[in-house]
T-cell receptor, first 110, second 115 residues
Framework: QKEVEQNSGPLSVPEGAIASLNCTYS??????FFWYRQYSGKSPELIMS????GDKEDGRFTAQLNKASQYVSLLIRDSQPSDSATYLC??????????FGTGTSLTVIP | DTAVSQTPKYLVTQMGNDKSIKCEQN?????MYWYKQDSKKFLKIMFS???????INETVPNRFSPKSPDKAHLNLHINSLELGDSAVYFC??????????????FGPGTRLLVL
């Protein structure tokens, strides 16, 4: 079983819609959760981090964490073509144990 | 100013050769990492150094040897390159490996192609 699992997609949404990206993790002791965005040919860049159960909002982005279900999600409101990228879920278990999912490819259609 | 830089950006070489990739960060971070991203976009940690000391060494062939001359630099040397080593290698850094909330900052990546 992989440490972090994501649906690889591709996920296509029309411009202005809400994009919903999901991630599950296997280690119940995981403490920190991150969403990175990676454009084609570029390096990952952090867009959201979340450490406690519930929702965390930053502009058009909302991260949701449910530790009981071992589930973390990212919602992108008012999706824009510039949001088209691969979104990587990452989990930090014990300090330095960073695990990434395989990423979900998102395409926002104008 | 580039926070995490890597050289070279592209590396094309023959099987069996030895090559090095260099990484430098000017963020004042204590911890640096090497990741390998394969063609399916899976990003897997290879090594982690904290203040020049190795703290993570995942299951990586002995042909890969990291070196950290100081906490701002983490280089990766690869001996006897194989076709399966073709991938994008990312260097990253974070302030403190012991904090679970530390963000990692990635370099631009080195695209290695072994022929």
């Amino acid at each position: 079983q992989k440490e972090v699992e994501q649906n690889s997609g591709p996920l296509s949404v029309p411009e202005g819609a809400i994009a919903s990206l999901n991630c599950t993790y296997s280690d119940r002791g995981s403490q920190s959760f991150f969403w990175y965005r990676q454009y084609s040919g570029k390096s990952p860049e952090l867009i959201m981090s979340i450490y406690s159960n519930g929702d965390k909002e930053d502009g058009r982005f909302t991260a949701q964490l449910n530790k009981a279900s071992q589930y973390v999600s990212l919602l992108i409101r008012d999706s824009q073509p510039s949001d088209s990228a691969t979104y990587l879920c990452a989990v930090n278990n014990r300090g330095n144990q960073f695990y990434f999912g395989t990423g979900t490819s998102l395409t926002v259609i104008p | 100013d580039t926070a995490v830089s890597q050289t070279p950006k592209y590396l094309v070489t023959q099987m069996g050769n030895d090559k090095s990739i260099k990484c430098e960060q000017n963020l004042g971070h204590d911890t640096m990492y090497w990741y390998k991203q394969d063609s399916k976009k899976f990003l897997k940690i290879m090594f982690s150094y904290n203040n020049k000391e190795l703290i993570i060494n995942e299951t990586v062939p002995n042909r890969f040897s990291p070196k950290s001359p100081d906490k701002a630099h983490l280089n990766l040397h690869i001996n006897s390159l194989e076709l399966g080593d073709s991938a994008v290698y990312f260097c990253a850094s974070s302030q403190d490996w012991e904090s679970l909330q530390e963000t990692q900052y990635f370099g631009p990546g080195t695209r290695l192609l072994v022929l």
